[in-house]
């Protein structure tokens, strides 16, 4: 494998995640938006922040298998590193959707609260 076929694989695995990024940042700027005491905030910024280092890691974790084809190491090691970051995948899948969870939680609490006192009009 060159440098090259690397690089290409390293931009697919990143083109692939684009879309969950876009989609995350959108999700943060409006929760950024709202007004800082606003129920559940701290909750939902909490998730969001969990689910952008979730999608790094998995992003940084696909691109090992290339990186060892690349260093050329053993079969037997490539396939031994691929089980692990099978598994570091399932754990990152489970943290991101107790993520998403609390970001849904997060959002129903924030739908339920009453709305902030309107203010009487001056003069």
């Not at 800082?36 to 905030?41: E, L, S, T």
Request: proline letters at 7%.
């Amino acid at each position: 494998m060159s440098d090259s076929t690397f690089l290409l694989q390293a931009l697919t695995q990143l083109g692939y995640r684009i879309p969950e990024g876009i989609a995350l940042l959108v999700g943060l700027v409006l929760i950024l938006k709202t007004r800082p005491g606003a129920p559940a905030r701290g909750s939902a910024l909490g998730a969001v922040g969990v689910m952008f280092v979730c999608l790094g890691v998995s992003t940084l974790l696909s691109l090992v298998p290339a990186y060892l084809m690349l260093s050329y190491t053993g079969a037997t090691e490539i396939s031994r590193v691929a089980s692990v970051i099978g598994l570091v995948h399932v754990l990152l899948s489970v943290i991101n959707a107790f993520a998403l969870g609390v970001l849904f939680f997060a959002l129903r609490k924030a739908w339920t609260a009453l709305p902030p006192p309107v203010q009487p009009p001056l003069g």
